[in-house]
């Protein structure tokens, strides 16, 4: 990302990264592409904390986690905002929105983040519920599998499995359904375009033209067009968070239907972009780990009241609902532990102004108008001072005496962030309480629901770093699993 960014953005020219006292060169900058956290930890080793490229413009990356609240707290100079609005608009394909065509878009679009929390998170949780039992009836505990009995075990891909159930319990959720019918007819394609989108996720982002990338065009347009206002119209219970930005498009004569659709498309990817692997590794890691899959669904069972061993009818109506969702703390640090194994996004800043950048009593840097300030969190999620054994998962790593465990160490002293999935400072995912309360919902109708196992004789899950700095990684490949109906 680092290197496509800098190679399109500053001035469309190589960027000549000086191998200096605090540099790094041109030819090494392709091993950031390949594996960003052994990159930059290399780095960080040789240049002591904190290293910045060279060239037209500043990269400099803070590395030592003690220093992260210097560069959040100035989120004045310091702005994520400009970054995204170079990149977004290009990726989804709607107009800017920041610069004066559409006076008080910006201000009012983060005001309906608000919505994702509060009253609105109590809604959208408990839609997601239903549309949960919902898929997972109709599509994995109805009948038998095919050329089984009832009860058989039945065997799929997990990656997809999660990517079917949360691709569609997430859109009926956000949306809404057919006016008509419970689920949409078309969801099969809209997923399937949604991939390959997805696939050239990373190229778009480095702000490749789309025109380079075969039919991504012509995709991205047919997934665009199945937010036009006159087909969302005709959907039903749509959450308020898109019912009131449908309203605020309105307002702007100056958006054309395709611009709100492209904006209605964009919270589509940011909804399960990152919540389809997180939800994948979540799943993996429990199932890899039977000992920790039997306390989770033990935790499950006993705030819902089932009881150890009390069977679970799959017809029974299960409400779960956020103050449910809270005391599942076994399931959360579970859950935790998997976003601290799998995630990789870099938080990316725009200097606002020429500034001194404080680090701590004795530090500071120049930052120039225009340079980019960047955290890359994975290097902390893997620190073998803060995280034991980073490598492994410990389900029960973020908590203590039975509450979460917030207490992590570097040199002594207490770490303000040491958990960063979600970005950090004023633009933090707006979407992270949502997400994990899908997350712990999937999980709990999938434990409650079905027994399941790995299947043998397949090699361990591996991360494929090539969406490094973009979020939750995707698995290399899908690993196969068994799962059957359980107490049913
Ligand atoms: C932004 C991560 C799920 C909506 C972000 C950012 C990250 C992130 C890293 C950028 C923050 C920064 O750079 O400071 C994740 C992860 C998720 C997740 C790991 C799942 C595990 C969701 C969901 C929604 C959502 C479910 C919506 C329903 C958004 C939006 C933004 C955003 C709208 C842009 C915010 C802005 O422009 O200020 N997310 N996200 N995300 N996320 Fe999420």
């Not at 201000?107 to 519920?129: H, K, P, V, W, Y």
């Not at 109805?142 to 039945?154: E, F, H, Q, V, Y």
């Not at 109506?317 to 969702?325: A, F, K, T, Y």
């Amino acid at each position: 990302l680092v290197e496509y960014y800098l190679h399109r953005q500053v001035n469309r020219r190589m960027v000549n990264l000086r191998s200096s006292k605090a540099g790094f060169r041109t030819s090494q900058s392709s091993e950031f592409g390949r594996d960003a956290h052994k990159f930059l930890e290399e780095h960080k080793k040789k240049f002591r904390g904190r290293f910045h490229s060279s060239g037209y413009k500043y990269m400099t990356f803070v590395m030592d986690p003690l220093l992260y609240p210097s560069v959040i707290r100035h989120g004045r100079q310091l702005d994520f905002h400009e970054f995204s609005d170079k990149v977004a608009p290009v990726t989804f394909g709607y107009p800017p929105i920041r610069g004066g065509k559409f006076p008080g878009l910006p201000e009012q679009i983060g005001r309906t983040f608000q919505l994702l929390q509060g009253d609105g998170l109590s809604a959208l949780t408990e839609s997601m519920m239903s549309n949960l039992l919902l898929l997972f009836r109709q599509d994995h505990l109805g009948g038998p599998p095919p050329g089984g009995a009832s009860g058989d075990w039945r065997s799929a891909g997990m990656y997809e499995f999660c990517n079917s159930i949360m691709f569609e319990a997430t859109f009926l959720t956000i949306y809404g359904r057919p006016a008509s019918a419970s689920r949409h007819s078309d969801t099969g394609l809209l997923r399937r375009d949604f991939v390959r989108f997805d696939n050239m996720f990373p190229l778009l982002i480095a702000q490749i033209p789309i025109r380079l990338l075969g039919r991504t065009k012509a995709v991205r347009d047919k997934l665009i067009d199945y937010f036009l206002p006159h087909r969302m119209s005709r959907w039903a219970d749509t959450s308020l968070f898109i019912r009131t930005r449908s309203e605020l498009f309105e307002q702007y004569d100056a958006l054309g239907d395709v611009d709100k659709a492209a904006q209605h498309f964009a919270i589509l990817w940011a909804s399960v972009g990152n919540t389809i692997p997180a939800t994948f590794w979540a799943m993996y890691h429990l199932a890899r780990h039977p000992e920790a899959l039997r306390e989770a669904r033990r935790e499950i069972q006993s705030v819902l009241g089932l009881g150890d061993g009390v069977p679970f009818s799959s017809s029974r109506d299960v409400r779960l609902d956020r103050e449910q969702l809270e005391k599942l703390v076994y399931l959360e640090s579970a859950i935790s532990e998997s976003l601290r194994l799998s995630s990789a996004s870099m938080n990316i800043r725009v200097a606002q102004e020429d500034f001194s950048l404080r680090l701590d009593a004795g530090r500071s840097v120049a930052v120039r108008r225009g340079d980019f300030v960047a955290l890359y969190p994975q290097t902390m999620h893997m620190d073998p001072e803060i995280y034991e054994e980073p490598q492994s998962f410990r389900a029960d790593r973020f908590l203590q005496d039975g509450v979460e465990k917030t207490d992590f160490y570097k040199d002594g002293q207490r770490l303000r962030y040491y958990l960063m999935p979600f970005g950090s400072g004023s633009s933090r995912c707006p979407g992270r309480f949502f997400a994990v309360n899908e997350i712990k919902q999937f999980l709990c109708v999938l434990l409650l629901c079905v027994d399941l196992q790995l299947e043998d004789g397949q090699a361990g899950a591996t991360l494929d770093a090539s969406r490094a700095g973009l979020g939750i990684l995707l698995p290399a490949a899908d690993v196969r699993f068994r799962y059957r109906p359980r107490n049913m």
